[in-house]
């Protein structure tokens, strides 16, 4: 079993819905990060959170500590917001991430 | 452009050939990354640089690879004698304590072994 879990492997949406993907993981850490990746293979850190949840535009990311799960919500989606998003830890005592395997979400318009 | 960079961005080999990456990071971050990422998976973990210091290597890391940080700036990453499955992304990533740990990714050298 993979420390870092994210569900679903796919997602496939019409313009405008509420998309939500899920990352469950087994260790202990210090931070959770949701990634964005692009055709072409470029990453960008979208949020890194420990507690609680953050807000960037019409992305939002919550995380529950005690249950090992968190959540990226976007909100309206676009065509724009399709990509590969990745849960990522930060193990506890480590400086290493461990990723999970992505999740591919593609947005129709 | 103050990202972290690395070249070659494509790199095709003939299995055996020995082929060498490089990576640029943020001027100030004091760490390393280095990670590979094969087509459907997330990116695997596989050294890490505090300045100079390789301070962790995956077990992921055969003998073939080897990775340097001479003067705690850029980075190299050799394959000696590549193998089909050595085929991947390979991802680069600083960050310093300034900036809450956040990694801050390069573009990625693709690999290709013929």
């Known amino acids: 079993k993979n420390e870092v879990e994210q569900s679903p492997q796919n997602l496939t949406a019409q313009e405008g819905e509420f998309i939500t993907i899920n990352c469950s993981y087994s260790v202990g850490i210090s931070a959770l990060h949701w990634l964005q990746q692009h055709p072409g293979g470029g990453i960008v850190s979208l949020f890194m959170l420990s507690s609680g949840k953050k807000k960037h535009g019409r992305l939002i990311a919550t995380i529950n500590i005690q249950e090992k799960h968190s959540s990226l919500h976007i909100t309206a989606s676009h065509p724009r917001d399709s990509a590969v998003y990745i849960c990522?830890?930060?193990?506890?005592?480590?400086?290493?991430?461990?990723f999970g395997q992505g999740t591919r979400l593609t947005i129709n318009p | 452009d103050t990202g972290v960079s690395q070249d070659p961005r494509h790199k095709i080999t003939k299995r055996g050939q020995n082929v060498t990456f490089r990576c640029d990071p943020i001027s100030e971050h004091n760490r390393l990354y280095w990670y590979r990422q094969t087509l459907g998976q997330g990116p695997e973990f596989l050294t890490y640089f505090q300045n100079e210091a390789q301070l962790e290597k995956s077990r992921l890391l055969s003998d073939r690879f080897s990775a340097e940080r001479p003067k705690g700036s850029f980075s190299t990453l050799e394959i000696q004698r590549t193998e089909q499955g050595d085929s991947a992304m390979y991802l680069c990533a600083s960050t310093s304590v300034s900036s809450y740990n956040e990694q801050f990714f390069g573009p990625g050298t693709r690999l290709t072994v013929l």
């Open positions: 990522a830890v930060s193990v506890q005592g480590a400086q290493k991430l461990v």
